[in-house]
Nanobody, 130 residues
Framework: QVQLVESGGGLVQAGGSLRLSCAAS???????????MGWFRRAPGKEREFVAD????????YYAASVKGRFTISRDNAKSTVYLQMNSLKLEDMAVYYC????????????????????WGQGTQVTVSS
């Protein structure tokens, strides 16, 4: 069983940057490296939406159009951690951000649906001020 814990959320001014981290426990090294990792977010009054994902091989990344060019997903399998670097933050980025994982997943296609993932973190709040 894999447990995911997000961190790095907080208050940031529009135009600023923030880096989120998602640490996995119960999986490390080669085990963690076999999981596709994703980031989702839930804004107030909205459904949870896809942000980005990265394949277990690290060879494929995919971003929602709303964040492409501003956010970067990366992973450090040695640390069993996935990151989301968020730059040029906008008010619309304010949400609770969730980390998700699924064993292997897809090497060819993005996993952009909540139903694609098996494990979820509890979320970390990102607040963007004007």
């Amino acid at each position: 069983q894999v447990q995911l814990v997000e961190s790095g959320g907080g208050l940031v001014q529009a135009g600023g940057s923030l880096r989120l981290s998602c640490a996995a426990s119960g999986a490390s090294g080669r085990i963690f490296s076999s999981y596709t990792m994703g980031w989702f977010r839930r804004a107030p009054g909205k459904e949870r939406e896809f942000v980005a994902d990265i394949s277990w091989s690290g060879g494929r990344t995919y971003y929602a159009a709303s964040v492409k060019g501003r956010f970067t997903i990366s992973r450090d399998n040695a640390k069993s951690t996935v990151y989301l670097q968020m730059n040029s933050l906008k008010l619309e980025d304010m949400a609770v951000y969730y980390c998700a994982a699924v064993r292997f997943g897809s090497l060819d296609q993005a996993l952009a649906s909540t139903s694609d993932y098996t494990y979820w973190g509890q979320g970390t709040q990102v607040t963007v001020s004007s």
